[in-house]
C-alpha cells in the first residue's frame, strides 16, 4: 500500500493532464495559408538515384496539392576517381558536369548525372529547385585539394575544400550555367523549366563560399545572365546567406540587385525573382549532474530570430518586398549529417512538433510583416545502406519513414485559406522569439478551411524544448460558425489523424520489435505501414448545431493531432 501511494505521488504531477481550451471561429478567414512546408533538400544530390531515395522522392512528390521542390548542393562538383559510379559520402557528391579537354584545355559539358538526378524528380512528382554550385575543380581558383571524406566525428571544417572557390574566368563559368540551363530547356521543354526555381550558390557568407560579397554578387550576375540567356522567363534569386540576414549581406545584396553594377552586363542592377536565405534552431545538452545525464533542449528561439531578421531587412526594401521568399534551408539544429547523442529527437516525436511549432510561427511573422513567405526548406533526405535509426537528420531510413515525414503529410492537408484560432495553451509569438519553449509546453493551434468552405482542418500540437516527460494536454475544442448556411443541426464527418508513441511512428514500432537492424520482410511491411500518416480512431460523425461543435481529446506531450471535418 505504502509503495503504491509512494509511486503514485512521484507520478502525480505527470498523470494531470492540464486543460486547454481552443477555440475556432470558421467565418474568421484570416487570408491564404501559404503552403510553405513543401521544400525539401541535402548536401548528397546523388542519393535522389538511389533506391531509397526514389521511394521517399515519391513520398515527398505526393504531400499534397501544391507541388514540392528539391534542392541539392553539388550539382556541379567534380566526382573523384576513385568513386565515380556511386558517391556515397556525407556532405558530398558530384556529376562531372564540367571538365576539360587535357589537350586544349576545351570545356566539356555532360549532364548526363545532373539529368539522372533531375529524372529522379520528376518521374515521382518533385521539381527542381536548381541551387547553382558548387565550382567544377577545373574551374577553380584553387583545385586543391578537391574531395574529402566527411565522417560525424570530423572536423566540420574539412568539407571546405576546391570546390567552395570562385571561377578562374566567370565567363566561363557563365557559359556552363548557359550550357546546363539550355540543355534543360532542350530536354524538359521552356513551360517545365519555368517552373524551376534557379538559386546562386550556398551560404557565400560562411566558407561555402570562398571569396568576398563583391565576388559573390559578381558570381550571381554571371550565374543569373548565364541563365536567362537560355530561358529570358526563368525564376532566379539569391543570396541562400545563413544566419537570417547574415549582418549587412542580405541587404548588400539586395541593394546590388536593385541598383548596383552589374558586373556580367555593365548595367545597372541584376534579375531578382525570388529572395532566400537560412534559418536554424540550436540544440543543448544541458543540466548533467552525476546520477542524471545532461537532455537535450531544443532552442526554436534562434531559427525564428533568423526569420523575424531577415523578413525585417526584406519588409524594408520597398522595389522587392512582394518577390516570393524561400527559406532555402530551415531546421531545428545546423548538421543533417552529424548525429546527435540523443536519437529520440530526429527519430521521434520532438522534431515533427518542433516543425509544427515553428513553421507556424514563421507564417505568423510573415503575416506579421506582409512578406511574400512562399518556402520553408526542411534540410533532410536519406541515406541508402545505412543502419536504420541511426540518428541523422533524415526523412526515412531503409524505405521506412520517420514520424517527422508525417507533419509534411499534414501540412500537406491543410487547404486553403487560413481561420482564426485560439489556443490557450499557445506562447504568443514574442514570447517563443524572445525565450523559446521553456516554461510550459506549447499547445498551439492551426486551422484551415477549404475553397468551397466543405473542409475545415486543424492541426494541435503539445510542443516543450526538453526532451523531458511532462504532462499530457486535455483539449477542449469548438468550432463555431461552421457549414452554416444550410439546415442547422448538420452532420459533418470527423477524422483525426494523430502522430504519437503509438501512432504514425515507425521508430515505437521498430523499438517494440527489439530494434532489429535486419528486420523480417514481414517487419519491414509493418514498419512500412507504420511510417504512413495514421488516424487516432475510425473516422466519427459531429453535429453542427447552429454552426457550432465541441470536441475533447487528450493529446500527450511532442504529440499532434490533426483534425478534419468534412461535409
Ligand atoms: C476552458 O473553458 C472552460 C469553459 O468555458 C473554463 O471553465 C475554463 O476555465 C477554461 N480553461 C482555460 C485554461 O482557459
Ligand atoms: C558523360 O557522363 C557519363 C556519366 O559519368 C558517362 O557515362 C559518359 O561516358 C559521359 N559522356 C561522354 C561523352 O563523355
Ligand atoms: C581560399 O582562397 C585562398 C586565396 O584567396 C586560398 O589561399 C585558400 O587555399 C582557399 N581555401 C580553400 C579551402 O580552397
Ligand atoms: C540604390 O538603392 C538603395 C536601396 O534602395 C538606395 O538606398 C540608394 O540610394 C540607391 N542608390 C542609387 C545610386 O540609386
Ligand atoms: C567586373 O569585375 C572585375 C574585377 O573586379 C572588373 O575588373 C570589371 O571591370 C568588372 N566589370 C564590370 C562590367 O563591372
Ligand atoms: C507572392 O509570390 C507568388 C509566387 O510564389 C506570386 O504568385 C504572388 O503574386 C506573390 N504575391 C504578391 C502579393 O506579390
Ligand atoms: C510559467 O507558467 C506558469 C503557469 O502557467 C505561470 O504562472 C508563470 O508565470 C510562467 N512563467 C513564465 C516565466 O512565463
Ligand atoms: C465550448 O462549447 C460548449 C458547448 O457550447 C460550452 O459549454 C463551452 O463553454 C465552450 N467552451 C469554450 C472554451 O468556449
Redesign the pocket.
Known amino acids: 500500500m505504502l509503495s503504491v501511494l509512494v509511486v503514485f505521488y512521484v507520478l502525480a504531477p505527470l498523470c494531470y493532464a492540464r486543460q486547454v481550451n481552443i477555440t475556432i471561429d470558421a467565418s474568421n478567414v484570416v487570408g491564404d495559408l501559404p503552403p510553405v512546408a513543401r521544400f525539401f533538400g541535402a548536401d548528397e544530390p546523388n542519393y535522389a538515384t538511389y533506391p531509397d531515395g526514389r521511394v521517399l522522392l515519391d513520398h515527398l512528390g505526393s504531400l499534397g496539392p501544391h507541388q514540392t521542390y528539391f534542392r541539392a548542393h553539388n550539382l556541379l562538383t567534380t566526382c573523384d576517381p576513385s568513386d565515380q559510379t556511386s558517391p556515397h559520402r556525407l556532405k558530398w557528391g558530384c556529376t562531372n558536369a564540367y571538365t576539360e579537354d587535357p589537350s586544349d584545355g576545351q570545356p566539356i559539358y555532360n549532364f548526363t548525372i545532373v539529368d539522372e538526378i533531375f529524372d529522379a524528380y520528376m518521374e515521382n512528382g518533385v521539381k527542381p529547385y536548381v541551387e547553382i554550385g558548387f565550382m567544377p575543380q577545373a574551374l577553380s581558383t584553387s583545385p586543391n585539394p578537391y574531395s574529402f571524406n566527411f565522417t560525424p566525428t570530423a572536423n566540420p571544417d574539412i568539407i571546405f575544400t576546391g570546390w567552395s572557390n570562385p571561377p578562374v574566368s566567370?565567363p566561363k563559368w557563365e557559359e556552363l550555367i548557359f550550357q546546363w540551363a539550355q540543355h534543360s530547356v532542350d530536354k524538359y521543354g521552356e513551360e517545365e523549366v519555368n517552373t524551376w526555381y534557379w538559386e546562386v550558390w550556398n551560404e557565400p557568407n560562411i566558407p561555402y563560399w570562398n571569396g568576398t560579397e563583391?565576388?559573390y554578387f559578381?558570381l550571381y550576375d554571371y550565374s543569373v545572365n548565364g541563365v536567362l540567356r537560355a530561358l529570358p522567363s526563368a525564376t532566379v534569386g539569391g543570396p541562400a546567406v545563413a544566419g537570417g540576414a547574415s549582418g549587412d549581406f542580405l541587404g548588400l545584396f539586395l541593394t546590388h540587385t536593385i541598383n548596383g553594377?552589374?558586373?556580367?552586363?555593365?548595367s545597372g542592377g541584376a534579375p531578382l525573382d525570388f529572395i532566400s536565405f537560412h534559418a536554424k534552431g540550436s540544440p543543448t545538452f544541458i543540466d548533467a549532474t552525476d546520477s542524471v545525464p545532461a537532455h537535450l533542449q531544443m532552442n526554436m528561439a534562434s531559427a525564428l530570430q533568423n526569420v523575424d531578421d531577415a523578413f525585417s531587412v526584406i519588409q524594408s526594401f520597398h522595389t522587392v518586398n512582394h518577390l516570393p521568399i524561400v527559406i532555402s534551408e530551415d531546421d531545428p539544429d545546423s548538421l543533417a549529417a552529424g548525429v546527435t547523442p540523443n536519437v529520440e529527437y530526429r527519430n521521434g516525436l520532438i522534431y515533427p512538433s518542433y516543425t509544427a511549432a515553428a513553421f507556424t510561427r514563421e507564417i505568423d511573422l510573415a503575416e506579421q510583416y506582409g512578406v511574400n513567405f512562399t518556402g520553408a526548406t526542411t534540410w533532410a533526405f536519406e541515406y541508402d545502406d545505412h543502419p536504420y535509426f541511426d540518428g541523422f537528420r533524415v526523412l526515412a531510413t531503409n524505405q521506412i519513414d520517420k514520424p517527422i515525414l508525417n507533419i509534411f503529410r499534414i501540412f500537406g492537408m491543410m487547404e486553403s485559406k487560413r481561420l482564426e484560432a485560439q489556443s490557450t495553451g499557445q506562447y504568443p509569438l514574442a514570447a517563443v522569439m524572445t525565450s523559446s519553449v521553456r516554461n510550459e509546453s506549447d499547445v498551439g493551434v492551426l486551422a484551415s478551411i477549404s475553397e468551397g468552405g466543405d473542409k475545415i482542418a486543424v492541426v494541435v500540437w503539445n510542443y516543450h524544448d526538453d526532451a523531458l516527460p511532462k504532462p499530457d494536454a486535455q483539449i477542449s475544442l469548438n468550432i463555431s460558425n461552421a457549414f452554416v448556411g444550410g439546415a442547422s443541426g448538420r452532420v459533418t464527418s470527423l477524422t483525426h489523424y494523430r502522430i504519437d508513441q503509438s501512432h504514425s511512428n515507425a521508430y515505437s514500432a521498430w523499438k517494440l520489435m527489439g530494434s532489429p537492424q535486419h528486420p523480417t520482410p514481414n517487419q519491414q511491411i509493418d514498419l512500412k505501414m507504420a511510417g504512413m500518416l495514421q488516424m487516432l480512431q475510425p473516422p466519427t460523425e459531429v453535429q453542427f448545431e447552429n454552426g457550432m461543435a465541441g470536441i475533447q481529446f487528450n493529446l500527450p506531450i511532442h504529440a499532434i493531432s490533426l483534425l478534419v471535418f468534412e461535409q
Open positions: 566567370f563583391e565576388q559578381t553594377t552589374n558586373n556580367a552586363t555593365g
